[in-house]
């Protein structure tokens, strides 16, 4: 397998920028490269030193260097691994890698040492895509998260089924090949009170799956209502300054106005839109026509109501054209009082409002929580991490429901060791265990060189 090196560390000003050599002739390329200060060769050192001296391309100095060593297996990649450290700048460090490409070593593609870190058993796929899930975290929820999945989380729940799974293969593999034996594990009640654990550990994940993403991704959230409501100040109150503009003459929102903001733990992707209402303003109407567009591809929409004031027409309309839309009623206004009932909201939950006074925040964060789910989770919930650890365990699950269907319509036991087959298979494939070279290269496409 040939040398690898890459940029670690992000480029610009900065304190240190570093160059990492992975690979059977690390020690060679980064020896060639490499001065140590006292002539000690960086092949001579010991795994978890470091060596204080100078970088040179060809005879030209690069900076001063300090060289962390690691030897395999005891390296991230499995392999052999140098670091070099120089001053942080964008030059310095492009010239260092420069050197050390000179010297043996090919660049990295993106996300290669992570991938070598797997291919060498290091560490698993959801491990491995847990990596890139920690650099983009947005959160300490989020990064809680994906600190769990680093840590084997998933691997180890994935785990306990999956050895209950290959216990009951093997127990009817045992009953197919030996039928007079007495072996009490292939009885009908065990069987199936193993294969209902594993649906029901399985189901667990999968419904931890959209709160978990909901962190990771955010939810696209458009703030609603008739002219004059409050939306434009509700956008402002959430986003922490003037982003709309905000006046008491209605219609003065007239094309959707996009904003990210952080509630809570929950990026939420903001869209605030024009008043809806019936008007003959063209330019307004476009709006308005935008607005609806808007809410009709929202995962959530916040629904917003001049509580000082009795709910109007259009107030209604708003809430009828909602019923199949994740919502929530923001009854705002509280400062002018508020003559709006929860009730005429028929079971939606509701937040009382004064975004003018950027009062009700704390009560919309919870509201948002619950209605998104994240709200069940703890910083120890065990949640998969990616579409493609879900899809792997949604299709083990059908294998498991098929199983159960399988042995409840009477078919002998050898066709529900088929299903279990199946469903070991996707498990195998979650955890990289036996995944196609198609799959691997996909997942580690999505990382940054350097990784």
């Known amino acids: 397998m040939k040398t690898i090196a890459a940029i670690i560390t992000p480029l610009g000003m900065g304190g240190i920028g570093t160059v990492r050599i992975s690979g059977p002739d690390a020690f060679a390329v980064a020896d060639r490269v490499f001065k140590n200060q006292n002539g000690k060769k960086i092949a001579d050192?010991?795994?978890?030193?470091?060596?204080?001296?100078?970088?040179y391309n060809n005879e030209s100095l690069v900076d001063e260097t300090v060289a962390l060593v690691f030897k395999e297996p005891k390296s991230f990649t499995g392999e052999d691994s140098v670091e070099l450290s120089v001053h942080g700048g964008s030059f310095v460090v492009k010239e260092l890698?420069?050197?050390v490409l000179s010297a043996g070593a090919r660049l990295a593609e993106p996300g290669e040492f992570t991938k070598r870190a797997f291919l060498n058993g290091k560490i698993?796929?959801?491990?491995?895509?847990?990596?890139?899930?920690?650099?983009?975290?947005?959160?300490?929820?989020?990064l809680k998260m994906q600190q769990n999945l680093k840590e084997g989380a998933v691997s180890k729940k994935i785990g306990a089924?999956?050895?209950?799974?290959?216990?009951?293969?093997?127990?009817?593999?045992?009953?197919?090949?030996?039928?007079?034996?007495?072996?009490?594990?292939?009885?009908?009640?065990?069987?199936?009170?193993?294969?209902k654990f594993a649906k029901s550990e399985l189901h667990n994940l999968i419904a931890n799956y959209n709160a978990g993403a909901v962190l990771k991704e955010g939810i696209k959230t458009v703030i609603a209502g008739k002219p004059n409501v409050g939306k434009s100040t509700l956008m402002n109150m959430l986003s922490g300054y003037e982003r709309s503009i905000v006046t008491d003459i209605?219609?003065?929102?007239?094309?959707?106005?996009?904003?990210?903001?952080?509630?809570g733990e929950i990026p939420l992707k903001l869209y605030d839109t024009a008043g809806l209402h019936e008007s003959d303003d063209t330019v307004e109407n476009v709006g308005i026509k935008r607005a609806k567009e808007c809410i009709d591809s929202a995962q959530l929409v916040l629904a917003v109501f001049d509580?000082?004031?009795?709910?109007?027409?259009?107030?209604?309309?708003?809430?009828?054209?909602?019923?199949?839309?994740?919502?929530?009623a923001i009854i705002n206004k509280t400062d002018m009082g508020t003559v709006v009932d929860e009730k005429d909201f028929d079971g939606i939950i509701c937040v009382k409002t004064?975004?003018?006074?950027?009062?009700?925040?704390d009560k919309l964060v919870k509201a948002v929580a619950k209605i998104s789910g994240t709200d069940r989770l703890n910083p120890d919930s065990i949640i998969l991490g990616t579409l493609r650890q879900k899809e792997c365990a949604q299709d083990a699950l059908g294998s498991?429901?098929?199983?159960?269907?399988?042995?409840?319509?009477?078919?002998?036991?050898?066709?529900?060791?088929v299903c279990i087959d199946e469903a070991l298979e996707y498990m195998l494939a979650l955890t990289g265990e036996r995944v196609t070279n198609e799959v691997t290269n996909e997942v580690f496409r999505r990382f940054c060189v350097g990784k």
């Open 124 to 142: 698993d796929l959801t491990q491995a895509e847990s990596v890139m899930g920690i650099i983009t975290a947005n959160s300490h929820q989020d």
């Open 45 to 55: 050192a010991k795994g978890y030193t470091a060596l204080f001296g100078k970088s």
């Open 307 to 328: 509580g000082s004031k009795p709910l109007e027409k259009e107030d209604k309309e708003l809430l009828d054209s909602l019923k199949d839309v994740s919502k929530i």
């Open 400 to 417: 498991i429901n098929l199983a159960l269907d399988t042995m409840q319509s009477g078919f002998t036991i050898d066709a529900v060791g």
């Open 97 to 99: 890698l420069n050197a």
């Open 161 to 195: 089924i999956k050895n209950e799974l290959i216990l009951l293969a093997a127990n009817i593999a045992a009953y197919s090949d030996y039928p007079d034996e007495d072996l009490p594990e292939t009885r009908i009640e065990n069987l199936e009170a193993q294969l």
């Open 250 to 263: 209605p219609g003065t929102t007239r094309d959707v106005i996009e904003q990210t903001v952080m509630l």
């Open 354 to 361: 004064s975004a003018k006074l950027s009062e009700g925040y």
